[in-house]
């Protein structure tokens, strides 16, 4: 089983970014992207069931970023707008198998399969 992120890159403040999380070997119920930037903690960004019943986003990118699935391939996205410099940081992707409920999503600690992470740098 493995959750492979792709996307990241450069890009200046204002533009847009979509990473992509491709599950392989199975399908997850619950599916998250966080980010770490240097020096700080990892932060929750947004997170879905992949029924599509329940959806959270963190109060940094809710507006800004949005979070959907592709059923045939497999496949979560994090589509991100009007990226800011404070947006770089590198990007993860994580799954569990289990339904977690909305108060839940946010934890780190309550995925069992991460992505190896793709690097996310906005500036001009």
């Known amino acids: 089983v493995q959750l492979q992120a792709s996307g990241g890159g450069y890009v200046q403040p204002g533009g847009s970014l979509r990473l992509s999380c491709a599950a392989s070997?199975?399908?997850?119920?619950?599916y998250a992207w966080f980010r770490q930037a240097p020096g700080k903690e990892r932060e929750f960004l947004a997170g879905?069931?992949?029924?599509?019943?329940?959806?959270r986003y963190a109060d940094a990118v809710r507006g800004r970023f949005t979070i959907s699935r592709d059923r045939p391939s497999n496949t979560v996205y994090l589509q991100m707008n009007s990226l800011k410099p404070e947006d770089t940081a590198v990007y993860y992707c994580?799954?569990?198998?289990?339904?977690?409920?909305?108060?839940?999503?946010?934890?780190?600690?309550?995925?069992?399969?991460w992505g190896q992470g793709t690097q996310v740098t906005v500036s001009s």
């Open positions: 994580a799954a569990d198998s289990r339904n977690l409920i909305f108060s839940t999503m946010p934890q780190h600690d309550a995925y069992e399969y």
């Open positions: 070997g199975r399908t997850f119920s619950t």
């Open positions: 879905m069931r992949w029924s599509g019943s329940t959806t």
